[in-house]
């Protein structure tokens, strides 16, 4: 059995319920080894779920890796959003926070060939209600759920291309609250566009997390990125890291089965830390 770890952990610095130190409490009490943070990273547009306090969020973490260095390792991350014309490049971030890694991912969507200036020029496909993915699929694509979906790969795997990041999140989070309305998951269209990113992960030796969220939050019926998907890694042999996606202390448990599901299907690249595969 793999140690209790969890890379994938928000806090109230972002859209997070709970403080920092909250967090690391509960990791320490139910026997966690260790524990990374990473924040939704600051955006050059007003919202409620990123840093604003990005220079105090990683003061506070390094603190809390010190004062409790003998009880659980402790790592400071950011969740990155690639958001072309507004943040595309994540070096400046890294480079003033002085993180020791990252997980990619893609929450917010410009239509194509568009220079967006606020989330009113975004599709946000991500949040709580389904009906938000619907009103921007119509606002910025005409409804037209194959360029919304192209759009939405095509800017993960520029992410992936220019930044590299430590870790690559929830690749497929675009089905979330699709819920089979608009396409199913084996529509060779989609299915070819979906591997495209698994392969350029492999391409570029990156770690793919198993997201959970989506079933705990009852948002999905599968991991991210779901189990078909996850036998096409296994094949490649991409290195995984389960993570629980954490917004609040209990969250850090809900690892829904993926252990023992890749156990199950023999998938031998499972890591207990991004450090595993440096």
């Known amino acids: 059995m793999l140690s209790k770890t969890n890379f994938h952990t928000h806090s109230n610095y972002c859209d997070g319920k709970a403080t920092l130190r909250e967090m690391v409490d509960f990791a320490v009490a139910h026997n966690f080894t260790a524990l990374g943070f990473t924040g939704h990273c600051p955006l050059p547009f007003d919202n409620t779920y990123s840093i604003t306090d990005y ?19 402790i790592s400071l ?7 072309p014309g507004m943040l595309e490049d994540f070096s400046p971030l890294i480079k003033q926070g002085g993180l020791e890694y990252t997980i990619g991912s893609i929450h917010l969507i410009p239509a194509e060939g568009s220079a967006p200036r606020s989330a ?10 389904y009906q938000t993915y ?10 037209d ?19 590299r990041p430590t870790i690559v999140g929830h690749p497929d989070k675009i089905v979330m609250h699709n ?3 608009y396409f199913t998951e084996d529509e060779p269209w989609y299915r070819d566009l979906a591997l495209e990113t698994i392969h350029l992960i492999k391409e570029l030796d990156l770690i793919c997390e198993i997201n959970t969220r989506g079933i705990y939050k009852g948002r999905h019926a599968d991991y991210y990125p779901g189990k078909w998907l996850i036998q096409e890694m296994k094949q490649l042999h991409i290195p995984v890291l389960v993570s629980t996606d954490a917004h609040a202390p209990e969250d850090l448990l809900r690892t829904e089965g993926a252990y023992e599901y890749l156990q199950e299907i023999g998938y031998r690249d499972v890591l207990k830390s991004w450090r595993d595969a440096q």
């Open 145 to 163: 759920i194959r360029r919304g979906v192209r759009a939405y790969f095509h800017n993960e795997n520029a992410m992936l291309e220019r930044n």
């Open 55 to 73: 220079e105090g969020y990683c003061n506070e973490v390094r603190a809390l890796k010190e004062e409790y260095a003998d009880r659980i390792e």
């Open 77 to 83: 991350g950011l969740e990155m959003d690639y958001v």
């Open 179 to 181: 819920r089979d309305r």
């Open 120 to 129: 009113d020029d975004l599709w946000m496909i991500d949040g709580s209600r």
């Open 134 to 143: 619907d009103e921007g699929l119509m606002k910025h694509f005409g409804g």
